[in-house]
C-alpha cells in the first residue's frame, strides 16, 4: 500500500523540516522527488541522502514567489503526478505589529509562492490526466491565534485555495486537498524560539508543547505520513479536504 513507484513528485521546501520528512518518505515509497527550495545547499543534502538510500531526487534552487522561475522549473520537470506545497514563512505580530513590509513578505511566499506553483503543475496534470495536491495549511487558518495576523491571513488562502482547485479540476481527475497541523517540532521552530526569546527557550518550548492537548509537539514524520495517504492512489476518493493533524488543538482544546 501507498506505493509511489513510477511517480514524479514536486515538494517545495523540500530541505528541511516537514518538506525534508516529506521529500525522504515519498522517495522510500518509489517516487522521483524534485525538491524546489531557496536554500540549494539544504536541498542538495536532502538528495544526497535519497541517493545514498538507493532512491532517486533532484534539487531545483527556486524562489517560488518568482513566478518565472517557478515556471522554469516546472518545465525542466515536465512528468509531474505531486505537487505538495509546503514551502512557507512566518511571521509574529498582530494587526498593529504588522507592517505592510511584512504582510507582503508573508503573502509573496506562502500565498503567491502557492499559487505559482499550482499555475506551473495544473497545466502538466491535466495533460497528463491526473494529478494529486496536497497544500500545507495550518491551524491558523480555521482558529484565532494570538499575534499572527499575516501569517494566518496566508494560511486561510491556502484553504479556500485547496477548495477552488479541487472544485476547477474535478472533470481533469486531479485531486487536491490540505492539511493543517498544529505545532511541529522542527529545526526552524527552534530557531524562532532562540529568535524570539532569547534566555527563555526551555520555557517557551514547553509552554508551546503543551499548548496541544496530546502534550506535545507533532513529529515531521508523522505529518509526511499523512502527506503520503493523501497523495496515495489509496485516497482517490478523498478531495477538497482539510485534514487538521494537530494533536487534538482545535476539538479538544477548552
Excluded at 520537470?77 to 494587526?95: P, S, Y
Aim: charged share 20%; glycine share 10%.
Amino acid at each position: 500500500m501507498f506505493s509511489l513507484t513510477g511517480k514524479t513528485a514536486a515538494i517545495t521546501g523540500g530541505g528541511s523540516g516537514i518538506g525534508k520528512a516529506i521529500s525522504l518518505l515519498f522517495a522510500k515509497q518509489g517516487a522521483e522527488v524534485h525538491i524546489i527550495e531557496l536554500n540549494a545547499a539544504g536541498a542538495q543534502e536532502v538528495v544526497d541522502e535519497i541517493h545514498n538510500s538507493g532512491g532517486k531526487a533532484f534539487a531545483h534552487s527556486c524562489d517560488v514567489s518568482n513566478q518565472e522561475q517557478v515556471l522554469a522549473v516546472f518545465s525542466q520537470i515536465k512528468n509531474i503526478d505531486i505537487l505538495v506545497n509546503n514551502a512557507g514563512i512566518a511571521h509574529v505580530g498582530n494587526l498593529e505589529k504588522t507592517t505592510t513590509e511584512d504582510f507582503e513578505r508573508i503573502f509573496n511566499v506562502n500565498v503567491k509562492g502557492a499559487y505559482n506553483c499550482l499555475y506551473a503543475a495544473v497545466p502538466l496534470m491535466k495533460a497528463k490526466g491526473r494529478g494529486a495536491i496536497l497544500n500545507v495549511s495550518s491551524i491558523a487558518a480555521v482558529v484565532g491565534i494570538t499575534d499572527r495576523f499575516a501569517y494566518s491571513m496566508s494560511k486561510g488562502a491556502i484553504l479556500a485555495m485547496t477548495l477552488s482547485v479541487a472544485r476547477d479540476y474535478l472533470n481533469d481527475n486531479i485531486r487536491c486537498n490540505c492539511i493543517s497541523p498544529a505545532r511541529v517540532h522542527t529545526p526552524f521552530v527552534d530557531g524562532f524560539i532562540a529568535k524570539n526569546y532569547p534566555g527563555n527557550e526551555t520555557e517557551i518550548f514547553e509552554k508551546l508543547s503543551k499548548s496541544q492537548p496530546i502534550g506535545r509537539m507533532g513529529k515531521p514524520d508523522e505529518i509526511a505520513s499523512l502527506v503520503l495517504y493523501l497523495c496515495s492512489d489509496e485516497a482517490g476518493f478523498v478531495t477538497g479536504c482539510d485534514y487538521h493533524i494537530d494533536g487534538g488543538f482545535i476539538r479538544l482544546n477548552n
